[in-house]
């Protein structure tokens, strides 16, 4: 991390303001494969702590997922919760995992349903475009633009 | 049975291959017994075409120099689908209908692509088709939304690059099978409309054209 200040990454907004700010798409290793902000309200992070904040994340989802007391069932973590933000989290059966910054009054069904439709999105503009290479930053004009379709 | 699959195949398990086997035939007979004139449900999924053209695009990359090399390739490729594509199309017209018909003069044969052909490959018929106003011996079939070219972005340093040579290859079979020498080659002419709009350019032979006149 280039810096070491102990300010807050998330700025205070009204609890009942609904809002999605931003999707981070990781990697099975855990690198920040996809970033994009989609409404105002979050600091203005540089790439380099995007990279760092994921792989955090990547960290923590691994460690709930072995704290679960029937071993072998947990998918770990689905939804972080601050008092100024949510962190969702969708894990796909090949490690992938699609997370979505959200004000905590986003409804859960708003936002699973909405991961579902980022998921199926990436599987068409991501996946089946030939000049993508699996685990590698997602450059697709095709994706972003249907994602702002979904997200807007 | 198995000693001699073991013996075909690389690998132990011979699941990984599509070898025909009775095993699988008991909801639906295996494609060598299906019956070729009906199309309904000869129908294959689109994501999984999407998937399968991806990997050809991918192996194709792998393998050739530049642009207009893995053009020229996916053209030769899909010269294989269309020389397949006319043979059934024709087979499926004699069947169904009662005056069956081989297009022998040009605009017709054009329409036969533009909606049979189309219909048969991508399930829709294409969105135009275009006479060139420069050039006497260029026609353009126009396809709003190829469905091979739904999901993929080209990247910047592939600019120009049109996966869509595939149908232009398809387009080119067509045309020679028919006995309308030309060639054939795509390109992205996007609208704000239709990102993916395509052209497929056919510019024919000049003894096409000289036959066209005697025939007029």
New interface residues.
Partial sequence: MTTNSATPVLKLSSTSFMAIFGLWVINKAGGLVYQRNFADGLAQLTANEYLVLAGTLHGIHAITSRLSPIPGQSSGAQVIEGETFKINVLLTLTGTKFVLLTSPAEPASTIDTLLQKIYSTY???V?????HTPEMPI?????D?SLGGLIG | MNSSLDHLSPTTSSARFSLPSKSTSASRPNIYERNLNKSRLSEVSA?SF??L??????YT?KRVSGINDLERRLNTLGYRVGSRVLEITAYRAEFSSKAPKREIRLLPALMAIHTQVWRAVYGKPADAIEKSVENVDEYMIIDNDPLIE??????RD?AGLS?SSFSAGIVEAVLDGLGFPARVTAHHTPTSTY?TRTTILIKLEKSVLDREDILK
């Avoid at chain 1, 996946?127 to 000049?131: A, D, E, I, K, V």
């Avoid at chain 2, 053209?53 to 991918?58: L, T």
């Fill in positions: 599987a068409e503009k996946m089946q475009n030939p000049f450059r697709s004009e095709a994706f633009v | 994501p999407s998937f053209f991806s990997e050809i695009v991918q990359q739904r999901h993929i972005s080209v990247p592939f996966c990102p």
